[in-house]
């Protein structure tokens, strides 16, 4: 089993900014990739950011050049950084973890969310 701590959701004005990060434990082999994933009111689960163990990076059109997602050296936490942040931005953040237990079996895990509102 993979588990993930988040961390770093809030209440944020219009154009500010917000770091959230993710850790990831447990019987971990290997990191494929981790990313953000988001579920607004009323809306279907959509990506975010990811990153792969290679650091390849991928964003979804709403977000470029506003958000950066990173990892550290071991691949077990990532961080995402929300610059210009819009109403629209708000939503229940989800991290995502994909890869091999010790056990070598491939495992997808997800973080319980934090919540991000960007209102004024």
């Known amino acids: 089993q993979v588990q993930l701590v988040e961390s770093g959701g809030g209440l944020v004005q219009p154009g500010g900014s917000l770091r959230l990060s993710c850790t990831a434990s447990?019987?971990?082999?290997?990191?494929?990739?981790m990313g953000w994933y988001r579920q607004g009111p009323g809306k279907e689960r959509e990506l975010v950011a990811n990153?792969?163990?290679?650091?390849?990076?991928n964003y979804a059109d709403s977000v470029k050049g506003r958000f950066t997602i990173s990892t550290n050296n071991a691949k077990n936490t990532v961080w995402l950084q929300m610059n210009s942040l819009k109403p629209e931005d708000t939503a229940v953040y989800y991290c995502?973890?994909?890869?091999?237990?010790?056990?070598?079996?491939?495992?997808?895990?997800w973080g319980a969310g934090t919540q991000v509102t960007v209102s004024s």
């Open positions: 995502n973890f994909r890869g091999l237990t010790r056990q070598l079996l491939s495992i997808i895990s």
């Open positions: 447990g019987s971990i082999f290997r990191t494929n990739a």
């Open positions: 990153i792969s163990s290679g650091d390849l990076t």
